[in-house]
C-alpha cells in the first residue's frame, strides 16, 4: 500500500470501517439473540396487558372495591394479587405472596400515575389511571421485601411504600374463600 | 485519482446510497414486525395454550391478556365505600354553582349549626367557612348514600335535593376564613410541625401538607384543616383510627389515623385549629 | 479583522497542518489496528458484561411476563 | 469571525448561568436524601429542586448551548456570513423570554411536576407555555441552521459541505422531527388541562407522545459533543480524521435511528402491548450503531496523531498524545464515561430486563453518566476551544482547566458508580427522605454518602469552570487564532448527494415513524383510554 495509490488506500480506509461494523452487527446480533432466545424459550418480556379501566369509578367496581383487594389463591391454584396505588399509599400495605410459584399481581389507579418495583424480584410496573397492569412473576427468595412507588405522583411520593412478605409454601395458607394475608410479626 | 471513481458519475454513486439505505432500513423494520409482532406471540402463545390469533391480539394490545400467560377471571360483586365519582360534569357543577341559592338553602336548614359565615356554634359541629367545595359535596353526598351517617346530617342530607349539594358546598366555600399570618401564630411543637411538613417516613405515613395544603395536587375531595374545630378534628381522627368511619376512598385517613397517638391527634389538632395552613 | 471579512485562519479548506505526507502515509500503514484492538476489547467488554449480567443477575430474579 | 461572537457568547452565558444554579441544586438534592441530611428541606422544596435541575439541564443548558455552537459552526465551518442573523437574536430572546416565565412558575411553587411533567399531575400553565417558548425559538435556530447550508450548496455546487455543519444541520432536521412529540401533547392535552379548559387528561396518549420527543432529544443534545469528537478532536491532537464518509454516515444514522425508538422508555408501561415494544427495542438497539462507529473512527484518529508525534507499538501512541490539551484530555474521560453509560443503556434496553432497573438509581446514573459525563465535558471541551476566538483572548495557563476537568470526571465516576449499585438492590427515584430506618434501605445510606461526595466535587468543578471562562476576559490578547476544524486523512472531493442533503434520510425517517408510531398512537384516536381527573399543583 505505497502512498502512490491514495485513492485504493481510501477503499482500504472504508474497508476497515466495513470490518468493524460488522463486528459491530455480532454485537448487536448478541444483544437481541439474548433477548429473543429468552423471550422465545421462558417467555421473559416486559409486562404486557392493555386492559382499560376508568379510574374515576374504580373503587365503585367489583375488582378493585376496598373489600376485594389483598392476595386470592384461586379454585386452580392461581395466586392473583390485586392492589390499589393512591396518591400515596398502596392499599394493602403488606401484600403475602408464596415462593416459587406462579404469581400474577394486577395493580391500578384512581388518581395519578404510580409505579412499582419490589427490591430483588423482577417485579416492574407503571401504574397509569385508566389501565389495570398485570405483572406475572415467580418470586424465587422469600423474606420481607420493599415495594416503593418509583414514579413521581405528588409531594407524599417518598412515604408511598408497601412491604411484601414472601413466605415458604407451608406458611402459605390461604383461608375458606381463598383469601391470605400477611403474617403479623 | 485512479480512474473508476472520476468515471462514475455522482447520481450513478448516489443511486447505490439509495438503493441500500433503503434496503437496509427497511429490512430492519419488517425484521422488529415480524419478531415482534408475529414469532414471538405465536411461540409463546403455544406455550400458554392460547391460538395464534388470540397471542397476536394479545401482543398487540387489542385484547387484555399476556400472550404467554392465562389470564385471572373475576367475580366479585361491587360494594363501594363511597359512591361519589369525580367526572367532568360533577366539576362543572361544582364549578358552576349558585351561591345566592345555597345561601337561602344554608339559612333554612344549616345556620342553626353551622352558622351564617360558617362558623359552628358547637365545638363537635365543624367549621364550614373556606371549606373546599369538593370536599363539602363529597361529604353531604356520602351522608345521603349512607356511606357515612349521623344522628342528624342523615336526614338532613337526604331531604335535601340533587341540585342544591353544589350550591351549598359553593355558598361555604366562598366564606371568608381568618387567614391569620402563621409567623404571629404561636409556636407549634417541632414534632408536630415536622408530622405536617415531611410526614414520618418509619411509620409510612405521608406528610399532612401533601394533601391538605391547597394547591398539593392530593386527592380532589381533601378537606381545608386550617381554622377547624380541634374538637373535632380530633373526633374524626379517633372515629377514622376505629374504623367506624369509613367513608375516605381506600382507607387512606383510616390507614394514617390509625398510627397517630393520641399526643399526635391534639397537637396536630390544636396546629390548624390555631390557624396554619 | 473586520466583520464581514472572511478570515484565512477560518476556512477549512485553505488550512493545511503541518502533516508531513510521508509521515501520514507511513502511519497508515499501521493505523487502525490499535484502535481495532483498544475499541475492539472495549465493545467486547460490554457486550460480555451484558451477558453476564442478564444470564447472572436478571434470570435470577424469577421469570418476568 | 463574522461579528457573531456576541450572538454566540450570549447563548454560552445563559447555558452556563442555568448550569451552575442547576450544579448547585443537584448537590443539595444529593445531601438532601442522605443521611446526613435526614430533615433538611421539605418534600414541596425538594421537588421544586428536582423540577429546576432537570429543567436548567435538560432544556435551558442544552437548547442554548446547541443554539450558540450552531451559529459559530455556520460561520466557521462554511467561513461566510450568518444569513438572518436578526432572526437569531429574535429566536434569542424568545427562547429567553421563555425561560423567565418557566422558572416564575418553579420558584413559586406552581411548576413542581418534574421536567418530564407527569399528567395527570399539571403545572401552572406558564410552566408550559415558557418551554414552548424556548422550543419556538429553538425551531428558529433549526430554520437558520438549514438556510445556512443550502446558501452554501447553491453558492458551491458539488463541493462536500463541511462535515461540523452537516452535523449541525442534521441535529436540526432530528430536532425539527423530534419536537412534533412534545408539541402535540402540549399544545392539545397539557396546557389546555392547565388553563381550566378541560378536566381530564388521555394519559396513556400523553406518554406516548411524550416518548416520541423523549429519546431523540437525549440525542439533540449529544450531537454537538460528536461534532467535536469528528471535527475538532483529530486536529487538537495534531492528526487526521480516520474517514469523513464515516462521521457523515454517523450523523445521517443518529438521524434516522434515534426518532423511531422512543419506547423504550415505556416498555414497564401498561398501555402497550409487547409487540410494538419488541419492534423499539429492536431499533433502539440500532441506535448504538453511530456510537460503536464513532468509537472506532476517532480512536483510530487519535491513533494516527498518537503514532504522528512518536508513539511506537501496539498502544504507545495513547501515551504519546498531547493530554496537555483540553479537548484530548476531555475526549479520553469522556470515552471512559461513555462506556460506563453505554452499558447502563445496555441493560436498560434489554427488553424484558428493564424490569430489573425501570425508574431505579441504575437509570440515573446511566443518564448522569452519558449525557452529564461525556457530552457536558465535551461541552466544556467545545467551550474552552472556542472561547479564545470569541473574546480575543488568549489562556494564560491551560493547568486550571485541566484540572476542572479532571474535577468532572472523578465527580461523576464517584456520584455515578454507587448509583448503579443501590439502582439494582432497588434505590428507587425521586426520593425527598429515604426512611433509613427500614433494614432494606439502610444498607444503601453509606452509598448514598459517597454519591455525595462525588456530587459536592462536580459542584467545585462546575464553579470552577465558569471562574476559568470569567478569567479569560481579562487575559492579554489572542496573536493568531489556532486553526480549528480537522482535516480528513482524505478530504473528500465529491461526495454522493445522499451524504450531502437530507432528502433521502427525511423519507426514511418518515417510513420508521410511521411504522414504529403509526399503531401505537392510533390505537388512542380509535379506542381512546378512559379519561384521569386533572390533579392541579399550585
Redesign the interface.
Known sequence: ???T??????RW??G??L???F??GV??A???G???F???T????????????????L?????F????LGTTV?ADG?V?VRA?A????F?P?CIAVPAKR?V?L?FAS????H?L????????????????????????RTGD??M??????????????ATVQVLPDDQFKPDRDGRISCAQR | MSDDTRHSEPNVLDQSWRTWSAVAVVGIMLSGILLGALIIPIVQGRGAGLDAYTAICRALGIIPGSPAQPQPSDRTPPTPVSQVIWTPDVLQILARADVRRGHEKVQEVCVSCHGETGVSIAPDFPHLAGQSGAAIYKQLYDYRTGSRSHPQMTDIAKALDESVIADVAAYYAGQPQRNPNPVTLAEAPAAIVQLVELGDPKRNIPPCAACHRAGSGGPIETPVLAEQRQEYIVLQLKLYASGERRNDVYARMRTIAAKLTPAEIDGLAAYYRAGFR | MQPDQPSAADSPFEVADDIDHEALAGVMRVVPLGAAVLAGSAVALLVVGYLLVYILVFLPRGTVG | MRNVERLCLAHFWVAFAAFVVAAVLGTWQMWVRSPLGANVGTPGQYFMSVTAHGVSMAYVLTTFFIMGFGYFVAVTALNRPLPGKAWAWAAFWIALLGVVVTVIPIATGQGSVLFTFYPPLTASAWFYIGLVLVVVGSWIWCVLMIVAMAAWKRDNPGRPVPLAMFATVANAVMWLWTTIGVAVELLFQVIPAALGLVQTIDVGLARTLFSWTLHAIVYFWLIPAYIAFYTMVPRAAGGRLYSDTMGRLTFILFLIYSLPVGMHHLLMDPEHGNATKFIQVLLTAFVSVPTLLTIFTITASLEIAGRLRGGRGLFGWIAALPWDRPMVLATGLGFVMLGFGGFGGLINMGYGMNAMVHNTAWVTAHFHLIFGGSVVIMYFAIAYDIWPRLTGREYASLAPLRLQLWLWFLGMMIMTLPWHWVGLQGQWRRVANFNYADPIIAGWGPWVIVSLAGGAILLISAILFAANLLMLHRNRALALPRPLYALAVHPPQRVPAALNGFGLWNVLVLVLMLAAYGYPIAQFLIEPSPTAIVHRVR
Open positions: 500500500m505505497s502512498q495509490h491514495p485513492e485504493m488506500h481510501e480506509i472504508l476497515t470501517e470490518l468493524w461494523s463486528g459491530v454485537f448487536i448478541a444483544a437481541l439474548m433477548i429473543l429468552t423471550a422465545l421462558i417467555s421473559v418480556n416486559p409486562p404486557s396487558n392493555v386492559e382499560r379501566i376508568d379510574p374515576k369509578v373503587h365503585l367496581s367489583g375488582e372495591a376496598e373489600h376485594n384461586g392461581s392473583t390499589i393512591t396518591q400515596f399509599m392499599l400495605r406462579r400474577t394486577r384512581p388518581d395519578v400515575i409505579g418495583l419490589i427490591t430483588g424480584t423482577n417485579v416492574n410496573t407503571m401504574v397509569v389511571p385508566g389501565y389495570v397492569a398485570q405483572v406475572h412473576t415467580e418470586f424465587t421485601l420493599l416503593p412507588c418509583h414514579e413521581y405522583c405528588g409531594l407524599g411520593h417518598s412515604e408511598m411504600w
